[in-house]
């Protein structure tokens, strides 16, 4: 492949590989798990009105699929902490922990929770999720054309088996880059479907649990009622 070739699928491949990149960083942000990607646009204010990035005034770490536990460096940037992180993501569920080690009450972390997926919020993701990729598409059959047209440009002249390699070459890129794409779109479809399955289940499982207690009660006050007509008949 002719040097000219190479250097101008690289340029397409940065190209491509760039929208990507930022589709699954709007994927990170249409949150289900809890993903460290989500918490890069929180930019935390102090007092003194000086801005960070979250990593530079707290540890983040991941508690389990759905929660992150973040402790602040300086207990004094709690609130602003979890104003910075509310303004990202309102849909964040935040509780502030005392550790049972904890000496004193500032010493507090933070501990962030996903938000559950019902049938309201599985809908709305899932529109997301296919708005992300259909911009995402449109952004890069825009690149593959334009790129198409300089290779054209750049092969004028040349033997027509080598203008064949080319195109071949920049097809294959741009397949390549659009699989990837594809794969994140399924992949997050598939985990807002696992975590809506997940509420569902859980909902039924509440619900039995309501019906156990509810027959229980009511056994109860059967047998009260029992040994309150045995008394009269007494």
């Known amino acids: ?66 929660q992150f536990k973040i402790i602040p460096f300086d207990s004094k940037l709690i609130f602003h902490i979890c104003k910075a992180i509310q303004q990202v993501h309102p ?20 501990i962030c ?8 919020r599985r809908d709305a993701l899932m529109n997301l999720v296919d708005l992300c990729y259909k911009d995402c598409d449109v952004q890069m059959k825009k690149a593959f054309a334009t790129y198409q047209e300089k290779l054209v440009a750049r092969m004028v002249g ?27 779109k399924e992949n997050k479809e598939k985990e807002i479907e696992e975590a809506y399955q997940k509420y569902l289940t859980e909902q039924q499982a509440k619900e039995q649990r309501q019906n156990e207690e509810e027959q229980a009660r009511g056994e109860g006050v059967g047998q009260s009622l029992n040994i309150n007509n045995l008394n009269k008949g007494e």
């Open 1 to 66: 492949m002719r040097k000219g070739v190479k250097t101008l699928i690289d340029e397409m491949s940065a190209k491509l590989g760039g929208y990507a990149v930022l589709l699954g960083y709007r994927y990170a942000n249409l949150c289900v798990k809890a993903e460290a990607m989500a918490l890069l646009p929180v930019m935390v204010i102090d007092e003194e009105k000086d801005e960070y990035k979250l990593e530079e005034v707290a540890g983040v770490m991941l508690l389990n699929e759905y």
């Open 158 to 184: 040349q033997p027509e088996p080598d203008i064949d390699e080319g195109k071949k070459a920049v097809e294959d890129a741009y397949n390549q880059h659009m699989d990837m794409v594809k794969a994140y």
């Open 113 to 120: 929770t996903m938000p559950e997926v019902n049938k309201d």
């Open 91 to 110: 849909e964040f569920k935040q509780e502030l922990i005392k550790p049972e080690n904890a000496e004193n009450e500032e010493d507090r972390h933070i």
